[in-house]
């Protein structure tokens, strides 16, 4: 089992930057793909970025690419998310994953956090 809690989010404003923190906990953080998803409301959760088990390669959603940042610590069992430039239209629950392969698509990933809301005003 692996436990999974997001931190960081809150109201932010249009332009402006955040970084959400989730910690891990449980079976060895560092064998494993972590990725970020987010869902707004009325819509489906998809994929933001993902980044492999050692650090050293990371994948990001097109809209997303040039202004997140996905990283982690294995000393400290914990991935971040920078964001930069918000706008309204990344006000999402934000997630974060954990699973064996770097992935894309949510089925990839086996372990899930409750989630952290970035409400981002215009």
């Known amino acids: 089992q692996v436990q999974l809690v997001e931190s960081g989010g809150g109201l932010v404003q249009a332009g402006g930057s955040l970084r959400l923190s989730c910690a891990a906990s449980?079976?060895?953080?560092?064998?494993?793909?972590m990725g970020w998803f987010r869902q707004a409301p009325s819509k489906e959760r998809e994929f933001v970025a993902a980044?492999?088990?050692?650090?050293?390669?990371?994948r990001y959603a097109d809209s997303m690419k040039g202004r997140f940042t996905i990283s982690r610590d294995n000393t400290k069992n914990t991935v971040y998310l920078q964001m930069n430039s918000l706008n309204p239209e990344d006000t999402a629950v934000y997630y974060c994953?954990?699973?064996?392969?770097?992935?894309?698509?949510?089925?990839?990933?086996?372990?899930w956090g409750q989630g952290t809301h970035v409400p981002v005003s215009s």
């Open positions: 994953a954990s699973g064996q392969y770097l992935g894309q698509v949510a089925s990839t990933y086996n372990y």
């Open positions: 449980g079976r060895i953080f560092s064998r494993y793909a």
């Open positions: 980044i492999n088990w050692s650090g050293d390669i990371t």
